[in-house]
Nanobody, 126 residues
Framework: QVQLVESGGGSVQAGGSLRLSCTTS????????LGWFRQASGKEREGIAI????????KYANSVRGRVTISQDKAKNTVMLQINSLTPEDSAKYYC???????????????????WGQGTQVTVSS
């Protein structure tokens, strides 16, 4: 049974930081791309960062580049997202996802592909 469980969301003041974690199970971690996506109220889901479970290759969305770092602990099948300099525009539900094919990891996939977690809410107040 595949599971992706996000944690670390919450409420934070603008300018602050958060570290999200996603613990995964039920699939061969190193054969997958792991990604973080977010969806703000009334907006489409957008990709933020992805990492290859095998090669550690990363990709970031231009909208968050320089403020976000994706990392992983392969021993724990866990992927993390560090977000700095938060603004109210970062308020959204953040999702962890996995897509088979760790040799690629060059694009953000749509919600109909791969495995997804239930999300964790991040709210940034000004």
């Amino acid at each position: 049974q595949v599971q992706l469980v996000e944690s670390g969301g919450g409420s934070v003041q603008a300018g602050g930081s958060l570290r999200l974690s996603c613990t995964t199970s039920g699939f061969t971690y190193t054969s997958y791309c792991l990604g973080w996506f977010r969806q703000a109220s009334g907006k489409e889901r957008e990709g933020i960062a992805i990492i290859s479970g095998r090669s550690d290759r990363t990709k970031y969305a231009n909208s968050v580049r320089g403020r976000v770092t994706i990392s992983q602990d392969k021993a724990k099948n866990t992927v993390m997202l560090q977000i700095n300099s938060l603004t109210p525009e970062d308020s959204a539900k953040y999702y962890c996802a996995a897509l088979f094919g760790s040799d690629g990891c060059s694009y953000f996939w749509d919600v109909n592909s791969g495995y997804w977690g239930q999300g964790t809410q991040v709210t940034v107040s000004s």
